[in-house]
């Protein structure tokens, strides 16, 4: 009797660590290597600086530990840092778009030239980027203030290896549990000299230049966007003669 006392008291102490300590949670997608053309015909700036690989996503994971998620993005080629960002990396950017609400917004941010649809608006965006804490700051205030509320931007994004990761506090992302939430991963690059019009992105042009995109238009009416998760059909376009949009493409979310 003693012993099956002493047992029980066993069980229900670690029953009481368990929920101390909740397990981590990991919502991860994986992505196709070779699909970092944006629509099927984009192709990378020709500068040196943007090698094979760079903006091919192969994987989004959010890992829940606590009160906080670290959000990672990694892609098919060894991270550098050429233009001394002094965070493991230096050319890509990415914007992390969750649907976990009613409601939402159904464009992308400033400079992205994409949309939504109706029922899988983003609630959250987190923006992985090199550039300094303030430098994002103040270009949300700039190109995006009405939505402020709902950019997330880690204090501190950092790049090791191949994969580029950020902490982000689970309540800032909203309620709910993060594996049935839906998400979009966009990979831009950082762009240290953007338009007026663009939230530190770098453009798409008919023709690739040393720091431009090519495959696109030299208009804002083709998606400004290497790689997604999910369908590439997505980023599927149309423009008007004159250059302006007939059809914009509409980037739906993923879901485990
Ligand atoms: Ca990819
Ligand atoms: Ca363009």
């Not at 012993?3 to 101390?20: H, K, P, T």
């Not at 090199?130 to 430098?135: K, V």
């Not at 003669?241 to 993923?254: E, S």
């Amino acid at each position: 009797m003693r012993q099956i006392v002493r047992n029980m008291a066993v069980a229900a102490f670690a029953f009481l660590v368990m929920v101390a300590v909740a397990p981590a949670q990991e919502v991860c997608f994986d992505d196709p290597t070779g699909d970092d053309k944006g629509p099927g015909e984009y192709v990378y700036p020709t500068d040196a600086v943007y090698t094979k690989g760079s903006f091919d996503m192969t994987k989004f994971c959010l890992k829940v530990k606590g009160s906080k998620a670290n959000v990672e993005v990694s892609v098919n080629s060894n991270l550098q840092d050429p233009w001394g960002m002094d965070v493991g990396f230096a050319v890509q950017m990415f914007f992390v778009y969750i649907d976990n609400a009613e409601g939402g917004h159904t464009e992308g941010l400033p400079g992205t030239n994409h949309l939504f649809p109706e029922d899988q608006a983003w609630d959250k965006v987190i923006i992985l980027s090199p550039q300094q804490l303030g430098m994002v700051k103040n270009e949300i205030e700039a190109k995006a203030a009405d939505w402020k509320d709902d950019i997330i931007v880690p204090s501190r994004t950092k790049g090791a290896g191949r994969t580029v990761s950020g902490s982000v506090k689970m309540a800032d992302l909203g309620e709910g549990d993060p594996a049935t939430w839906g998400y979009q991963v966009i990979v831009q690059s950082n762009e240290g000299f953007p338009a007026e019009t663009d939230l530190l992105t770098r453009k798409v042009n008919e023709f690739e230049g040393q720091h431009r995109y090519g495959g696109g238009t030299d208009y804002d009416c083709d998606p400004h966007v290497m790689d997604i998760l999910g369908d590439h059909a997505w980023l599927a376009y149309e423009c008007e003669a004159d250059g302006t949009p007939k059809t914009m493409a509409t980037v739906g979310m993923v879901k485990r």
